[in-house]
């Protein structure tokens, strides 16, 4: 007999960071208003949903995102961990995604294998959360 599984993967609400068009890597902001409604809402899209698990980064957003939708879940269980962290765009973090960061971003995408400064390799970034979702 075979099982089926079904992944949902969703972002985390908005945050101060977001609304500004900025890279925020290894940063930690909280949801702002508009992203704990944008929490809620997730949330209700789940409501008839049996899940039974909920897998996030510890990242404040996340973690914030994630304890909205396991309030109406109660028998859910939780798992917050740092191989689900985003990108580590290192010096980058906190800059606008204006188009001089956005070209620069765009060699190391373009270059895989290289380290973002002070940050991580997309190939390294890749290495780090595959085991994770499989």
Same mark, same amino acid.
């Given at each position: 007999?075979?099982?089926?599984?079904?992944?949902?993967?969703?972002?985390?609400?908005?945050?101060?960071?977001?609304?500004?068009?900025?890279?925020?890597?290894?940063?930690?902001?909280?949801?702002?208003?508009?992203?704990?409604?944008?929490?809620?809402?997730?949330?209700?899209?789940?409501?008839? =949903?049996?899940?039974?698990?909920?897998?996030?980064?510890?990242?404040?957003?996340?973690?914030?995102?994630?304890?909205?939708?396991?309030?109406? =879940?109660?028998?859910?269980?939780?798992?917050?961990?740092?191989?689900?962290?985003?990108?580590?765009?290192?010096?980058?973090?906190?800059?606008?995604?204006?188009? =001089?960061?956005?070209?620069?971003?765009?060699?190391?995408?373009?270059?895989?294998?290289?380290?973002?400064?002070?940050?991580?390799?997309?190939?390294?970034?890749?290495?780090?959360?595959?085991?994770?979702?499989?």
């Amino acid at each position: 007999m075979s099982k089926t599984v079904l992944a949902y993967f969703c972002r985390h609400g908005q945050t101060t960071l977001n609304k500004l068009n900025c890279f925020r890597g290894t940063m930690n902001p909280d949801l702002n208003e508009e992203g704990r409604a944008d929490a809620k809402r997730l949330a209700e899209n789940f409501g008839a =949903k049996d899940l039974s698990a909920l897998f996030y980064s510890n990242k404040n957003r996340s973690e914030e995102t994630a304890g909205i939708i396991a309030q109406r =879940k109660p028998r859910i269980r939780c798992f917050g961990t740092e191989s689900l962290w985003p990108l580590n765009v290192g010096d980058f973090s906190g800059q606008p995604k204006d188009d =001089k960061n956005q070209a620069k971003m765009d060699w190391y995408v373009d270059n895989p294998s290289v380290s973002i400064p002070g940050g991580e390799s997309l190939n390294d970034f890749k290495s780090r959360i595959r085991p994770c979702i499989m």
